[in-house]
């Protein structure tokens, strides 16, 4: 018996893929600060979880497969507090988190060889979620020079083709921190709708925004290109909560959503618990958000200028999330990470990063990057950046 071909061409997750050396290094004792996964340090909010303690669900039962009345509608009110009241919990499928929410979508969306667009770098996750559903991801690029933002429009109308179902965006940007400007949001809706393909908005990270412009959603195009737009959230990043594994999927497009709903009954349900859980976010009080968008902006700041004192060190500053994309002075980053992790101590403490070349879909690209995920706290973030510092100097001097 083999491994399909399908399965052997998937991509392995630049995120995780050093994790058995980090392990190895725990091992022998070293302190690994892990830079590498978007995996928050917060606090999840008490109020979410305090119900947990008097749920009283014995058996527990499967969730409807589109999910249940409360979270869908927990979801719809999350939209109408951020002014959108358009938005029905009709038009909102629960998911295992983003992920499936994106692979219920392209599925839906693309046959085998569709092509959909991304700006690269992009969320290294899209390449294996694209793979899976046979679908080809087309690159379109985006500079450190120019803070990651997207490009005039003939660069995009230039790559569309025959073939091309949709687009798909994180915004903000995972793993570039770009926070995308109204006009060009407005620019891709009005691409949308003159060639006839979808824009998939991945907006997970909606609260964490460093700079002095709203959010620029496509959460207002529902009214207007009901047909064009599609918005992945999830409640990961916004609550602390990845283990949840809850997201959601959000279209008006009638067609594409009884796509979904067809996809939803064949897996069953997403998690009941997980939902009763979600559904309490209606009560985590907007205080909550202040006090971490505070937080993650000071972690950026630390990180950033930090990044700036190391020489060779090339890095843009986030406007949103909790990533950076940064250019390293080596020939391979990836080479460097491992060797970071296998080699490189300094009072037996050693740092993990993502090695960048997973976040492209160019071959070549990538290779000196890494993503940074500022989720450690502010002590941490410049001791992490010392010790880069000293493993750089220390490897390109040998």
Known sequence: ????????????????????????AKAQGAHVYHLNIGQPDVKSPEIMLEPLKDLDMNPVPYAPSLGTKEMRETMANYYHNLGYENVSYESIAIATGASEA???????????????????????????????CGVKLVPIETRIENGFHIPQREVIEKAITKKTKAMLFSNPCNPTGAVYKKEAIDMLADIAKKHDIVLISDEVYREYIFVDRPHASLLPYL?????????????????????????????QNKELFQSINKIATGRLSAGIIDQFVGAQAVNVPEQYFKEVQAEYKKRRDVLFEGLKQIDGVEVSQPEGAFYSMVKLPVENAEQFCVWMLEEFRDNNETVMFAPGEGFYATKGKGVDEVRMAYVINCDDLKRSVELLSKALTQYTSG
């Not at 052997?8 to 190895?24: E, G, M, T, W, Y």
């Not at 969306?109 to 991304?118: K, P």
């Not at 009901?226 to 999927?249: A, E, F, Q, T």
């Open 223 to 251: 009214s207007s290109i009901p047909k064009h737009i599609v918005v992945i959230d999830s409640l990961s990043k916004r609550y602390s909560m990845c283990g949840l594994r809850l997201g959601s999927v959000l279209t």
């Open 1 to 24: 018996m083999g491994i399909s071909l399908r399965a052997q061409n998937l991509p392995v997750s630049s995120i995780r893929k050093l994790i058995p050396f980090a392990d190895k």
């Open 102 to 132: 994106i692979v219920m979508t392209l599925f839906s969306l693309c046959d085998v060889d569709d092509e959909v667009m991304v700006f690269e770098p992009f969320y290294s996750g899209y390449s294996v979620l694209a793979q899976m």
